[in-house]
């Protein structure tokens, strides 16, 4: 039967959207090759071909749903033989970014409208692989802060402003931005009895 049977990629953590060729490697003789994605086989289709006799794999437009695991099978009129799973690590966003504000408004205040006093906790979300890296910036102005969530301690009236959320991955060269408004209405919340 064929043996020394692998998979080799000529992209290991390739960015979504790019080609990948898998080339199935084995020894023996008057050897067949078939391609799985997990039990499901591949064939030549709208994103993949098939070359060199079925050995290479080439996706077209590799996407984060193609992750694997990947699969070689070997065969010759001795036997069949399969390769351990490949997996590949795609690479994307960020996309799909969020910006919410907590705590939520009371329904008696306009959106984006808070009282002074305020302990206001800005969240950003992306969707992204590896994680997207997150900045801030205030009426245009990056700040210093990093990180998914700027938190806004007895947020003041000066503070009203644009809040933007910049999140990039590294790895794709990728930059995605969401902002919102924020208004702080009145003097300081103050704990009075009456």
């Known amino acids: 039967p064929p043996s020394n049977v692998s998979v080799r990629a000529n992209q290991t953590d390739p960015v979504e959207f790019v080609t990948v060729a898998l080339q199935c490697i084995a020894?023996?003789?008057?050897?067949q090759y078939r391609w799985l994605n997990g039990s499901s086989e591949v064939g030549t289709g709208p994103q993949t071909q098939l070359t060199n006799g079925s050995q290479t794999l080439i996706i077209t437009t590799v996407q984060r749903d193609d992750r694997g695991p990947w699969f070689c099978s070997v065969s010759n009129p001795v036997g069949n033989t399969a390769s351990l799973g490949y997996n590949l690590t795609v690479s994307y966003g960020p996309e799909q970014l969020s910006l919410t504000v907590h705590p939520l408004l009371p329904p008696s205040l306009l959106e984006g409208t808070y009282?002074?006093?305020?302990?206001?906790?800005?969240?950003c979300l992306a969707q992204s692989s590896p994680?997207?890296?997150?900045?801030?910036?205030?009426?245009?102005?990056?700040?210093?802060?990093?990180?998914?969530?700027?938190?806004?301690?007895r947020v003041q009236a000066p503070q009203s402003g644009n809040y933007t959320c910049w999140a990039s991955n590294s790895r794709t060269g990728r930059t995605e931005a969401v902002s919102t408004?924020?208004?702080?209405?009145?003097?300081?919340?103050?704990?009075?009895?009456?």
């Not at 020894?27 to 050897?31: A, T």
């Not at 006093?117 to 800005?122: F, M, N, R, V």
């Not at 205030?138 to 301690?153: A, I, K, S, Y």
């Not at 408004?181 to 009456?194: A, I, K, M, R, Y």
């Open 181 to 194: 408004e924020l208004t702080v209405l009145g003097e300081s919340v103050q704990n009075d009895c009456v």
């Open 115 to 123: 009282p002074a006093g305020s302990d206001l906790t800005l969240s």
């Open 27 to 31: 020894s023996g003789l008057d050897l």
């Open 131 to 153: 994680p997207a890296l997150y900045r801030w910036a205030v009426n245009g102005t990056m700040t210093d802060h990093m990180g998914p969530e700027l938190r806004l301690p």
